[in-house]
């Protein structure tokens, strides 16, 4: 099949060594590989999956273990001011990491000159997402809890877990505005139209799925994030749902303290918090999943 | 006036009227002066090579150079008497009044309805937007096919249709000259015919300049035709100039300079 040099139409095979087989089998090989790569990936998450779910499922569906405060004994009390404290969080991470960080990026992207320093903001901005969160911790601290007489509250938290989110929003916000085609924005301003009604009709729009992308990703690891909380002064105990300016916790500082606990039956309260933490994330990516394929759609 | 180019004609009343306009890009100079006037409500198409500047040029008359990094424009370019490079001039304002249709039909991805109120919206219209839909779209010949399915994306639309629901939002504005680069570069055939047909029936109501590189468009539908083409100067940077500007006619059967007879023929380069 791969060398017919009998027939009319291959007069010239002898110009070339095709080799079909061979080229066909390192595709097929490529193809394997990358298959092995997909597995591993699964099957590590479903490894995870299964023994949090082993260690955490019963302790979950205790009687009160969602809806009450916690306990000194691992069978007793719940998490709940913890799960209201990562929700609360989640929310004003978004409420104000995103205007701001969609608004950078519109900013450097459609009103800023191309010239060397909005090159170098660029690349500070994507230096800045693999800042390790600790140090957002420390800024956090002195800024909020110091600086601004905050001290270790809810709001210090989620400004500082805010600030965590805001580079990875602006870079991929930008990734978005600048994959919206040229063809677009021309046609509206051929129209007599001006910048902020070209943005606002079509280049946001047309971004809004890629935007969401990067919320996701990056509330996603500002609600998993436990150093830069422990660092602003979440507590492990609370008796009530606190308010914006009051002492707080969080999933994460609450899985912490547990594993951390050495006597039995800790380590499976901490399973069945680390299910609600990924719940929690599910159930924010599944929202803004929703809007994306919305919009996608309207594409 | 000092006229540069071959055949300067003078219009009473012309729409516009190019004194001396150079472009640069990123600071190379790519279009020589050009001294040219467009009369009113013909059909006046911009023929030459590739890189000649009739497309720059052509960007020129709404501004939408301005949005290209790096270009500038000098000289002197009359909208009826005023120059739109004075720095008092709104863009905004003056693309209401020159349209644009693109090289690629690139509707919004939005409605049919959608894409022929967005503009007038935009500007505040007062009328009634039904109306205008029903009347744009019948002036652009393609009512019949679309009307019953003005909710549908614009974008879902086959190219002939695409281009010619961007005629139609560009007349939604009620402009007063229609600017059309390559227009039917993308199209088959067949709606290649409905776009020039399209052109022919417009141009008492407006003035069309369509730049194209099909020549026998140019002999079909316009009036007067404006030949440019690429130059080296001395440091061997090629660089666009006009050079003949003719009633169609005369340009492709009696061209004034060697170079339009030349490339006319297919004698080039």
């Known amino acids: 099949m791969a060398q017919s040099t009998q027939s009319d139409n291959s007069l010239n095979s002898a110009e070339f060594t095709d080799n079909i087989d061979g080229r066909e089998k390192v595709g097929k090989v490529f193809e394997i590989l990358f298959l092995i790569g997909l597995l591993v990936g699964l099957f590590v998450l479903a490894l995870m999956l299964l023994n949090i779910g082993h260690d955490g499922l019963s302790s979950l569906f205790r009687p009160g273990f969602l809806t009450e405060t916690p306990s000194r004994f691992p069978e007793r009390g719940g998490i709940r001011p913890a799960i209201f404290g990562s929700v609360i969080l989640g929310l004003i991470v978004i409420l104000v990491a995103v205007p701001i960080g969609v608004g950078a990026a519109l900013y450097l992207e459609e009103y800023a000159p191309k010239k060397w320093w909005t090159a170098f903001i660029e690349i500070n901005i994507s230096n800045l997402a693999g800042v390790p969160s600790i140090v957002y911790g420390l800024l956090g601290l002195g800024v909020f809890n110091y600086l601004l007489g905050f001290g270790a509250t809810l709001i210090s938290g989620a400004l500082t877990l805010a600030l965590l989110s805001l580079p990875v929003i602006i870079v991929t916000a930008r990734e978005a505005i600048r994959s919206v085609p040229d063809s677009l924005r021309n046609a509206s301003y051929g129209l007599g139209t001006t910048k902020w009604q070209t943005i606002q009709n079509h280049v946001l729009p047309y971004a809004i799925p890629g935007i969401l992308t990067g919320v996701i990703i990056s509330v996603s690891r500002a609600l998993g994030d436990a150093a830069s909380l422990v660092v602003i002064g979440a507590v492990s105990f609370l008796t009530f749902d606190p308010g914006l300016f009051q002492r707080f916790m969080a999933l994460p500082i609450q899985i912490f303290s547990y594993i951390t606990r050495p006597e039995p039956g800790f380590a499976n309260v901490a399973a069945a918090s680390i299910l609600v933490l990924l719940f929690v994330i599910f159930a924010l990516n599944g929202v803004a999943i929703y809007i994306r394929q919305h919009f996608t759609i309207a594409k | ?269």
């Open chain 2, 1 to 269: 006036m000092t006229a540069q180019s071959t055949n300067f004609q003078e219009f009473e009343n012309p729409v516009f009227t190019a004194e001396g306009v150079k472009v640069y890009y990123s600071g190379f100079l790519a279009l020589l002066d050009v001294y040219l006037q467009i009369p009113k409500n013909q059909i006046i198409a911009f023929i030459g090579p590739s890189g000649c500047g009739k497309s720059t040029l052509l960007r020129c008359y709404n501004r939408m150079n301005d949005l290209i990094p790096g270009a500038k424009v000098e000289g002197i370019l009359n909208y009826h008497n005023v120059n739109i490079y004075d720095p008092s001039i709104n863009s905004v304002k003056l693309r209401r009044q020159v349209g644009m249709v693109f090289q690629r039909p690139n509707p919004f991805p939005k409605s049919i309805y959608e894409n022929i109120t967005y503009a007038p919206k935009a500007n505040g219209y007062k009328g009634n937007l039904d109306q205008l839909v029903e009347e744009s779209l019948r002036k652009a010949a393609i009512w019949n096919e679309v009307k019953d399915k003005l909710k549908e994306k614009g974008t879902a639309l086959s190219g002939g249709q695409q281009q010619r629901l961007c005629i139609a939002r560009a007349i939604a504005m009620k402009p007063d000259v229609l600017l059309m680069d390559e227009p039917c570069s993308a199209l088959d055939p067949i709606s290649t015919r409905q776009v020039e047909e399209l052109c022919l029936q417009l141009k008492g109501q407006y003035t069309i300049i369509m730049v194209t590189h099909n020549m026998q468009q140019a002999t079909r539908v316009a009036d007067w035709t404006a030949f440019f083409n690429t130059f080296q100067d001395e440091s061997g940077k090629r660089r666009g100039k006009l050079v003949e500007f003719s009633p169609t006619e005369k340009l492709f059967n009696d061209p004034t300079t060697k170079e339009a007879a030349d490339y006319i023929s297919g004698r080039f380069g």
